[in-house]
Nanobody, 115 residues
Framework: QVQLVESGGGLVQAGGSLRLSCAASGNIFGIYTMAWYRQAPGKQREFVARITNAGSTVYADSMKGRFTISSDADKNTVYLSITNLKPEDTALYYC?????????WGQGTQVTVSS
């Protein structure tokens, strides 16, 4: 089993920045990819970005520019930095880990952006 714990969310004003963290623990050997998703109220969960254990990154087209995914292997932690936050970024942000054939999810961290 893999446990994922997100943190770093909060209430911020538009134009501000946040760095979300996702700490992985448990049987983490073999995790190939970790990713961030988000789900806004009344909407489906959407992909934000992912990073492989080799450091390769992929972003959703709509997330390029203001979102940066990174990782610290020593801390088993993945980060998502968001700049110039907009009210439409308000969502529950989830961490995801792929360890074939399983996918693991965290409980999410809430980001609320006020205008």
């Amino acid at each position: 089993q893999v446990q994922l714990v997100e943190s770093g969310g909060g209430l911020v004003q538009a134009g501000g920045s946040l760095r979300l963290s996702c700490a992985a623990s448990g049987n983490i050997f073999g995790i190939y990819t970790m990713a961030w998703y988000r789900q806004a109220p009344g909407k489906q969960r959407e992909f934000v970005a992912r990073i492989t254990n080799a450091g390769s990154t992929v972003y959703a087209d709509s997330m390029k520019g203001r979102f940066t995914i990174s990782s610290d292997a020593d801390k088993n932690t993945v980060y998502l930095s968001i700049t110039n936050l907009k009210p439409e970024d308000t969502a529950l942000y989830y961490c995801n880990a792929v360890k074939v054939p399983e996918r693991y999810w965290g409980q999410g961290t809430q980001v609320t952006v006020s205008s």
